[in-house]
C-alpha cells in the first residue's frame, strides 16, 4: 500500500523515528543501521503492516537491498514482520547475506541471537531466494574499519556506540580510501555529537 516516504525527521528515538509529510507525522521502525537525522529531511522505503487494533505499523528501510531482505524473511517458514525485523536490527544486512550464503551456523545464531533450528531455516529456505534474487557475498569491512572499531572498544565506548557510528562512517565513506587515523578522528567527532 505504502511504497516510500519523503519529509522532514521531526523526531528520533533509540529505532524510531517520525517523519512529517504536509502536516502528518508519520512513526517509522528503523533498524540501528539506519541514521536519521532530527530537523533534515530524508527518505525512506517502506514496508506497512496493520495490527489487529487498525493501528498501522511502518518499517523504514535505507536501501532498496535491505527491504527486500526483510521480504525475502517474511518468505521463510515461522518468520513473521516483528522476527524479520529483529532480526536485521541484530545484524546489518549485507553481514546477514553474507552469513546465509555462507552456510555459517554458529555466527548466525550468535549475531542474529537466533536459535539453532532457525538459523538452519535460513540456510535452507533464504539461501536460494538470495542467489535468485541477485544477491551476493560482499566484501567485509576493510581493515581500517575494523582497527576502528577495536580503538573505540578500548577507549571505554560500548558495542553499539561503536557499531552505530562504524556503520554510519562505512555508509558515508564506501569507496573511499581511509585510514585508521582519520576514521577515529571522525568517529569521535561524531560520538561527542559535533558531527
Not at 104 to 121: I, P, Q, V
Request: glycine fraction near 8%.
Amino acid at each position: 500500500m505504502f511504497d516510500s516516504i519523503r519529509g522532514r525527521v521531526v523526531e528520533v528515538q533509540e529505532g524510531e523515528c517520525v517523519v512529517e509529510v504536509m502536516g502528518m507525522g508519520f512513526r517509522l521502525r528503523l533498524t540501528p543501521f539506519v541514521n536519521p537525522q532530527e530537523g533534515v529531511e530524508a527518505s525512506f522505503l517502506l514496508r506497512s503492516f496493520m495490527r489487529e487494533s487498525g493501528e498501522f505499523v511502518f518499517y523504514g528501510f535505507g536501501e532498496e537491498k535491505e527491504r527486500v531482505l526483510f521480504d525475502r524473511l517474511r518468505e521463510v517458514k515461522g518468520i513473521n514482520h516483528r522476527t524479520a525485523f529483529k532480526i536485521l536490527s541484530r545484524i546489518r544486512w549485507e553481514e546477514l547475506v553474507k552469513l546465509v550464503l555462507e552456510e555459517n551456523l554458529t555466527l548466525l545464531e550468535s549475531k542474529g541471537g537466533l536459535g539453532a533450528k532457525t538459523a538452519k531455516r535460513l540456510i535452507l529456505e533464504l539461501k536460494p531466494m538470495l542467489l535468485k534474487s541477485g544477491f551476493q557475498v560482499l566484501p567485509p569491512f576493510p581493515e581500517a574499519f575494523e582497527e576502528t572499531k577495536e580503538v573505540l572498544f578500548r577507549l571505554g565506548y560500548n558495542k553499539k556506540e561503536v557499531e552505530k557510528v562504524v556503520n554510519c562512517l562505512w555508509d558515508e565513506l564506501r569507496g573511499e580510501k581511509v585510514d585508521v587515523e582519520i576514521l577515529i578522528r571522525k568517529a569521535l567527532l561524531k560520538l561527542g555529537g559535533q558531527d
